[in-house]
């Protein structure tokens, strides 16, 4: 079996902004007005391949605000990281990961490429709903996004902020379930999507599939405007492939007229 990339699948929870407003209602708060600003509470983490789930959180903080120790291990994670998996990451995750890693004088992490379940969802289908709590709900069978118990909505985060341990223990099975549940929704959705080749990160000379199968079956042909391509399918996840390989001949492709 090919080696295949770094994948690891993550997920954070970060704290509220408090501030002071004069209305539930239409708010614009000014600078003047924030309390405390946001900053990282938790975050959970797994590598595909591994069964260890990796977390970490603010509970025993001496300034929950500080969170510059919470966040190196997860700043060396990403550093290895070839491919990142996140739900809504791309306009959340990593923005806000890379905020804090900036405002505690942290470098760039080395580059990685981005997976987003909540992009492939709104790019190839058209779920009543692309959260979280809805695709793992009709499409995962083993984790299914969790629903808030003992706190609901935003009495967990609150509580976790005064400090309370049984909060803090909820946030700790909320955000690892996560990352479970994320990665079983990837491994439904990846087989409709081939955008990111995995083949690039490994010397063999056959094609690996991104489920990390190498038996592909030869499924007819792919046609374009210009050319005739060899399609294949994987055998264990049902992902499709074309060769590079235009089968159309030489005389073919030049005899070929181009409408106006």
Not at 74 to 83: C, G, K, P, T
Request: charged fraction near 25%.
């Amino acid at each position: 079996m090919a080696k295949g990339p770094k994948v690891l699948f993550l997920d954070i929870e970060t704290a509220p902004i408090l501030g002071y407003v004069w209305s539930l209602w239409e708010q614009n708060v000014a600078l003047n007005q924030i309390k405390q600003d946001w900053f990282i509470l938790s975050w959970s983490a797994k590598w595909l391949g591994s069964k260890d789930l990796l977390y970490a959180d603010q509970r025993k903080a001496k300034n929950i605000e500080n969170d510059r120790s919470l966040i190196k291990p997860l700043w060396r994670l990403l550093n290895q990281a070839d491919i990142i998996v996140t739900q809504n990451g791309k306009k959340f995750d990593a923005k806000k990961l890379n905020a804090r890693f900036i405002l505690n004088g942290m470098k760039p992490t080395s580059h990685y490429r981005h997976i987003d379940t909540l992009v492939l969802a709104k790019k190839h289908f058209a779920f009543t709903s692309n959260k979280l709590e809805y695709m793992t709900d009709k499409l995962c069978v083993k984790y299914k996004k969790l629903k808030h118990h003992k706190f609901q909505g935003f009495e967990l985060w609150k509580e976790c902020l005064a400090g309370n341990l049984a909060a803090w223990r909820e946030m700790e099975k909320y955000n690892k379930h996560d990352v479970l549940a994320l990665e079983e929704l990837y491994e439904k959705l990846s087989p409709w999507d081939t955008s990111l080749s995995f083949n690039v990160y490994h010397n063999r000379e056959d094609t690996v599939c991104q489920c990390g199968h190498p038996a592909m079956q030869r499924r007819g042909y792919r046609y374009t405007s210009n050319g005739k391509y060899q399609s294949y399918q994987c055998k264990r996840c049902g992902a499709f492939y074309q060769s590079k390989e235009n089968l159309l001949t030489g005389i073919k492709r030049k005899t070929m007229l181009k409408g106006g």
